[in-house]
């Protein structure tokens, strides 16, 4: 047995608590979870059964939390998890899951087996049965500060293009603004108009922002692999800098699970709570909508959709305003069957996207978000996290779908009222 | 031993034990449960959790339709069991004249023969689970030996009541004191066993619940 191996067994024990011990002991294997899962309706295998994906972790619960498993181990009736169960379950835990949840909103007894994988994952990692993708995206985090190895510069030269383009200036470490803006490596590489579009639309409402230097990157590689103690200093990079310039609110970018992180879990993983509110660029826009200084005008008559990023939607309670945004700026749009809080994932969450072993099923599970389009027969797919963003573009891609994707925030910027310039 | 000595050690010494385990065992389990503990969540929750923690526990008695639709089998013959659980264990009058007996509550019966025809549909619905759980490649998956004796001891009292009330097979005072023993049976069991979700799903629920309602989400 591996060193690696205790530390994940460790991991696994200092994970447990009640509500994990209540989902375990309340699990009638009815099996209705895989329904709700992509990867087991698209793929049709069993294996993908997102109460399955637990075994060992269940079996560690079982075997020494509770009087008849310890009394079975003892007299030997009781399989233990080997180091070799980790390696197969890595597939399962980190290919196969996207911490989407929507397993935990079906689930008839009430598990919160999303929250239990998220658990998992301390300990898998810990085991160092982690993905090499996801290993490696989050070394680049921790000694490079981003995930895709984006440093300082990079985001300066951005910078520099979308302020030549929009003829704005955009703030840099400004001591006591009212919101400090967290970027996502995927917007600075793939989608800077993102800046841009910030830059015009708190122009227009009059707000006072800022970047910072030190810590502009909020997506999280810790959250996703599952190391609590680099997720914490991830964290910690962003509280001391918003903390340091003295901002009212962080605002989590348009990227689903930097807002778990920072909103969710960052206060849980530094011990204490902030000095400062969280808010999600959405919740921003629609506060601001409603109070009158996001002023918008004109249509777009593309008929289209909302993808709802899992982490803001069903995971992160940002379901309303992108709707009242997108009814602003958007005469057709269409809403697909199951939405909102019942979305179906893109596929590439929680760290997928980052596995680059995963990419073959990630594309077979994006079926089910192919489908969602095509029966709305729309051309244009809205939605508000870049690495869905990527996704959707690399499944369309894929299966040759003629489809648009677009981010709402630069919707929203392409449609203010630029009377006041 | 006669069929009167077994049935009278079904009703005294047997049932004591029975229930015995059964408490204690519950007992047990909800320690192991709850001294785990929980950490405090430091994040500013959006809303009051409690309400919508409390209604969590009450809408997953109701099937998402698209996951209905998607498995129909397992909601249709699982409400069918689960609602003919009841109907039996608690709306037929000799029951309810135990309970009166020993706890001095009481409440109205429905007509025997109405509990009959429950007991059948019980019985059916419990048969085409388990074909369903032996059949469905997810199901079969998950399975194994504690699924089974669970099931196994599920039926037996409805069966055995069912067969009482007929007098099918033994004389009546036998076919009672197996009717009873299997019951205790299933006290015996249930805290060591799934059959103790009756009582966790509203701790999991609860969590479920509290989770999603402090970012918001009503689930």
């Known amino acids: 047995m591996s060193a690696s191996f205790e530390r994940g067994m460790a991991a696994f024990r200092e994970v447990m608590d009640s509500p994990i011990a209540s989902f375990f002991s309340s699990c009638v294997?009815?099996?209705?979870?895989?329904?709700?899962?992509?990867?087991?309706?698209?793929?049709g295998d069993p294996k993908y059964t997102p109460i399955h994906k637990l075994d060992p972790l269940k079996r560690v619960w079982q075997q020494e939390y509770t009087l008849?498993?310890?009394?079975?181990?003892?007299?030997?009736?009781?399989?233990?998890?080997?180091?070799?169960e980790l390696e197969q379950w890595s597939e399962l835990v980190y290919d196969s899951c996207t911490l989407c949840g929507r397993c935990s909103m079906v689930c008839p007894v009430g598990n919160d087996i999303a929250y239990m994988v998220r658990k998992m994952r301390e300990g898998m990692s810990a085991a160092g049965v982690a993905p090499e993708g996801m290993i490696g995206a989050t070394q680049r985090a921790v000694t490079l500060g981003s995930p895709m190895g984006v440093k300082l510069p990079a985001l300066q030269a951005q910078i520099r293009a979308q302020e030549a383009e929009t003829g704005l200036s955009i703030p840099m470490d400004v001591q006591g603004a009212d919101y400090m803006v967290l970027l996502s490596s995927m917007e600075v590489m793939n989608f800077p108009e993102y800046i841009g579009a910030l830059g015009k639309i708190f122009r227009q409402a009059g707000v006072s922002w800022t970047l910072s230097s030190k810590a502009f990157e909020a997506t999280n590689s810790g959250i996703q692999i599952g190391a609590s103690d680099i997720a914490a200093e991830l964290v910690q990079r962003i509280v001391d800098a918003a903390e340091g310039l003295g901002v009212k609110t962080v605002i989590s970018p348009e990227c689903g699970h930097a807002f778990t992180a920072i909103r969710w879990e960052g206060p849980n993983l530094i011990g204490r709570p902030y000095r400062f509110e969280v808010k999600h660029i959405l919740e921003v826009l629609e506060e601001l909508r409603q109070a009158g200084r996001l002023r918008t005008q004109g249509c777009d008559e593309r008929p289209l959709t909302f993808h709802d990023p899992c982490q803001i939607a069903r995971r992160g309670g940002v379901i309303e305003q992108p709707r009242n945004l997108l009814k602003s700026v958007a005469s057709d749009f269409r809403e697909m069957e199951e939405h909102g809080a019942m979305n179906w994932c893109c596929g590439g969450g929680g760290g997928v996207s980052a596995n680059d072993r995963a990419e073959e099923l990630r594309l077979v599970a994006f079926k089910r978000k192919k489908g969602q389009v095509e029966a709305l027969g729309v051309d244009t797919l809205v939605t508000a996290c870049a690495n869905c963003r990527i996704i959707?573009?690399?499944?369309?891609?894929?299966?040759?779908?003629?489809?648009?994707?677009?981010?709402?925030?630069?919707?929203?910027?392409?449609?203010?009222?630029?009377?006041?310039? | 031993m006669s069929a009167m000595d077994l049935?009278?050690?079904?009703?005294?010494?047997?049932?004591?034990?029975?229930?015995?385990?059964?408490?204690?065992?519950?007992?047990?389990?909800?320690?192991?449960?709850?001294?785990?503990?929980?950490?405090?969540?430091?994040?500013?929750?959006?809303?009051?959790?409690?309400?919508c923690a409390g209604a969590t526990v009450w809408r997953r008695m109701l099937p998402d339709m698209h996951i209905l639709r998607r498995s129909p089998i397992t909601y249709v013959a699982g409400y069918l069991f689960h609602f003919g659980l009841f109907v039996v264990v608690f709306l037929y009058a000799p029951h309810i004249k135990l309970i009166e007996s020993t706890l001095g509550l009481s409440w109205p019966a429905l007509p025997s023969a109405l509990v009959d025809l429950v007991a059948v549909l019980t019985l059916i619905s419990?048969?085409?689970?388990?074909?369903?759980?032996?059949?469905?490649?997810?199901?079969?998956?998950?399975?194994?030996?504690?699924?089974?004796?669970?099931?196994?001891?599920?039926?037996?009292?409805?069966?055995?009541?069912?067969?009482?009330?007929?007098?099918?097979?033994?004389?009546?005072?036998?076919?009672?004191?197996?009717?009873?023993?299997?019951?205790?049976?299933?006290?015996?069991?249930?805290?060591?066993?799934?059959?103790?979700?009756?009582?966790?799903?509203?701790?999991?629920?609860?969590?479920?619940?509290?989770?999603?309602?402090?970012?918001?989400?009503?689930?």
């Open chain 1, 392 to 421: 959707l573009e690399e499944g369309l891609e894929h299966y040759n779908m003629d489809v648009e994707v677009v981010g709402l925030t630069e919707l929203v910027a392409e449609h203010l009222i630029e009377d006041d310039k």
């Open chain 1, 29 to 43: 294997h009815c099996g209705l979870c895989a329904e709700a899962c992509l990867f087991y309706t698209e793929t």
């Open chain 2, 126 to 219: 419990l048969v085409v689970v388990l074909v369903n759980r032996i059949t469905d490649p997810v199901k079969r998956l998950l399975s194994g030996f504690e699924d089974y004796l669970t099931w196994a001891v599920t039926l037996l009292p409805v069966l055995t009541g069912y067969m009482a009330y007929h007098h099918l097979m033994f004389p009546y005072q036998t076919m009672l004191a197996l009717h009873i023993l299997s019951v205790e049976l299933l006290l015996v069991i249930f805290p060591f066993t799934k059959l103790m979700h009756a009582i966790t799903l509203f701790i999991s629920r609860w969590y479920n619940g509290d989770i999603a309602a402090r970012k918001g989400v009503q689930s």
């Open chain 1, 68 to 84: 008849l498993g310890r009394l079975g181990a003892l007299v030997g009736l009781s399989k233990p998890v080997t180091e070799k």
């Open chain 2, 7 to 51: 049935l009278l050690w079904s009703r005294g010494p047997g049932l004591a034990i029975a229930v015995s385990i059964f408490a204690f065992g519950v007992v047990l389990r909800l320690f192991e449960i709850y001294s785990l503990g929980r950490k405090a969540d430091l994040a500013k929750p959006r809303v009051n959790t409690k309400a």
